[in-house]
């Protein structure tokens, strides 16, 4: 690395998608984002927004076969705005990695005993380490010579305390495969609860957060002084709070009974519980703002979106009450991600009613809307309400360039 080298390029690799941007650690400046789609398939496209000119976003179509020719492609569009993977300005490249195991506690410096590793978790994230290590293949391929660090889902999880992460099964059977809580969202979790410690003015080690992550996945995670001390979600991403297509927590029984008595396959089961429950299954739709839509149109097709956010905003509760009692002592509650961020009428009725645990929202501060981190809790509330924009590809940029300049 040179001493000018302070661009991050940001890489979050899904089986079909790989979303990137470049980063200037410097300033903090985004100099260019985008996302290629539906790659393996005719109809693949790449979507490039050239920030640091503040140029339109330009939009390829076509057949893109595979990631290498996926990341070519990025590549040869960061190079016509004088960014290509070439430059001596970049640093490292930060890849999202969503299964650390118990392994990856912190970004790590991927070599090839860390791609080994990071393939020994495969069976613990069939549906996501792939892709994350074909992305990591594919930018080690182009770019050889250049730090590559991973930067884990899991690793903010790795402090909770043993009695928090264990299930109560049998433990030689949980230890031979590995089965235990591992949590994921944790960029989003670490960068949340540290920016909420500083809208109160605060260090993070002085501060208990609980975190509502909710997206299209969604998990809440227990904070301590900063350590993470409980998380929803588990094993994989399927459990804790309702999402937009997974069910979270349902009683494993559940499973047995589709197989025993509805004669469902696995893969029927696991498509139905990650891919066909949650907002979706319960009303057809995954998007707060066309549900809150049909709320507000009313009639029977309005009665069943209402129902659907009431078991949303029942199991929200539920974790708040747990989290709480986790805790001892809540100093402030932090909405993130998609719904947490933009959906005001979540945020109303997840804290209805839980004043005898501190905590209230004021409508008039919850109806602000704000790319800032803010208050929406009235003056004076034992417990502050926050709304904390995430930004989980500027903590992969921070914690990868913290680690490369280290
Ligand atoms: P993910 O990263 O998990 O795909 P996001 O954090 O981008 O998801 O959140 C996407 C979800 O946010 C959408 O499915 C939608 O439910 C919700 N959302 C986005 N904008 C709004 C809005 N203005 N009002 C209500 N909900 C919104």
Same mark, same amino acid.
């Given at each position: 690395?040179?001493?000018?080298?302070t661009?991050?390029?940001?890489?979050?690799?899904?089986?079909?998608?790989?979303?990137?941007?470049?980063?200037?650690?410097?300033?903090?400046?985004?100099?260019?984002?985008?996302?290629?789609?539906?790659?393996?398939?005719?109809?693949?496209?790449?979507?490039?927004?050239?920030?640091?000119?503040?140029?339109?976003?330009?939009?390829?179509?076509?057949?893109?076969?595979?990631?290498?020719?996926?990341?070519?492609?990025?590549?040869?569009?960061?190079?016509?705005d004088?960014?290509?993977?070439?430059?001596?300005?970049l640093?490292?490249?930060?890849?999202?990695?969503?299964h650390?195991?118990?392994?990856?506690?912190?970004?790590?410096?991927?070599?090839?005993?860390?791609?080994?590793?990071?393939?020994?978790?495969?069976?613990v994230?069939?549906?996501?380490?792939?892709?994350?290590?074909?992305?990591?293949?594919?930018?080690?391929?182009?770019?050889?010579?250049?730090?590559?660090?991973?930067?884990?889902?899991?690793?903010?999880?790795?402090t909770?305390?043993?009695?928090?992460a264990?299930y109560?099964?049998?433990?030689?059977?949980?230890?031979?495969?590995?089965?235990?809580?591992?949590?994921?969202?944790?960029?989003?979790?670490?960068?949340?609860?540290?920016?909420?410690?500083?809208?109160?003015?605060?260090?993070?080690?002085?501060?208990?957060?609980?975190?509502?992550?909710?997206?299209?996945?969604?998990?809440?995670?227990?904070?301590?002084?900063?350590?993470?001390?409980?998380?929803?979600?588990?094993?994989?991403?399927?459990?804790?709070?309702?999402?937009?297509?997974?069910?979270?927590?349902?009683?494993?029984?559940?499973?047995?009974?589709?197989?025993?008595?509805?004669?469902?396959?696995?893969?029927?089961?696991?498509?139905?519980?990650?891919?066909?429950?949650?907002?979706?299954?319960?009303?057809?739709?995954n998007?707060?703002?066309?549900?809150?839509?049909?709320?507000?149109?009313?009639?029977?097709?309005?009665?069943?979106?209402?129902?659907?956010?009431?078991?949303?905003?029942?199991?929200?509760?539920?974790?708040?009450?747990?989290?709480?009692?986790?805790?001892?002592?809540?100093? @402030? *509650?932090?909405? %993130?991600?998609?719904?947490? !961020?933009? &959906?005001?009428?979540?945020? +109303?009725?997840?804290? /209805?009613?839980?004043?005898?645990?501190g905590?209230?929202?004021?409508?008039?501060?919850?109806a602000?809307?704000?790319?800032?981190?803010?208050?929406?809790?009235?003056?004076?509330?034992?417990?502050?309400? @926050? *709304?904390?924009? %995430?930004?989980?590809?500027? !903590?992969? &940029?921070?914690?990868?360039? +913290?680690?490369?300049? /280290?």
């Open positions: 690395m040179t001493a000018t080298a661009r991050v390029l940001v890489l979050n690799s899904g089986s079909s998608s790989l979303k990137y941007q470049l980063l200037d650690m410097h300033d903090g400046a985004r100099l260019a984002a985008g996302l290629v789609e539906r790659i393996g398939e005719e109809t693949s496209r790449l979507a490039h927004t050239p920030l640091a000119t503040g140029g339109d976003t330009r939009e390829t179509e076509g057949p893109i076969a595979d990631h290498t020719t996926a990341l070519k492609a990025v590549a040869a569009e960061l190079a016509a004088g960014l290509g993977l070439d430059s001596p300005q640093a490292a490249i930060g890849h999202r990695v969503v650390g195991g118990l392994k990856f506690t912190e970004p790590t410096v991927i070599d090839d005993a860390v791609l080994t590793e990071i393939e020994r978790l495969v069976p994230a069939p549906l996501h380490n792939p892709a994350n290590i074909t992305g990591i293949r594919t930018a080690r391929a182009l770019r050889p010579d250049l730090p590559q660090v991973a930067v884990f889902d899991t690793a903010f999880h790795t909770m305390p043993e009695y928090a264990r109560a099964i049998d433990v030689a059977t949980a230890d031979a495969h590995r089965i235990r809580r591992y949590g994921f969202h944790g960029t989003s979790h670490a960068y949340v609860s540290r920016k909420t410690a500083a809208l109160l003015g605060k260090d993070p080690s002085e501060v208990n957060v609980i975190v509502l992550h909710l997206g299209n996945g969604a998990s809440a995670s227990a904070v301590a002084g900063g350590r993470c001390v409980d998380t929803s979600m588990g094993l994989t991403p399927l459990e804790g709070l309702v999402m937009g297509t997974r069910s979270g927590d349902i009683d494993p029984a559940v499973t047995f009974h589709l197989k025993r008595v509805a004669g469902m396959s696995e893969d029927e089961v696991d498509e139905l519980l990650n891919k066909k429950s949650g907002l979706i299954g319960l009303c057809g739709d998007d707060m703002r066309e549900i809150r839509r049909r709320i507000d149109a009313g009639g029977e097709d309005g009665a069943r979106a209402q129902l659907a956010f009431d078991i949303y905003i029942h199991r929200l509760k539920k974790y708040l009450g747990a989290y709480t009692a986790v805790l001892g002592r809540v100093d @402030a *509650v932090a909405f %993130t991600a998609g719904v947490g !961020e933009n &959906a005001a009428p979540v945020r +109303a009725a997840a804290i /209805a009613g839980l004043e005898q645990m905590m209230a929202v004021d409508a008039d501060r919850n602000v809307r704000s790319d800032e981190p803010r208050l929406i809790s009235p003056e004076g509330s034992r417990v502050a309400v @926050a *709304v904390v924009p %995430t930004d989980e590809e500027l !903590e992969i &940029a921070q914690q990868t360039y +913290a680690l490369v300049s /280290a």
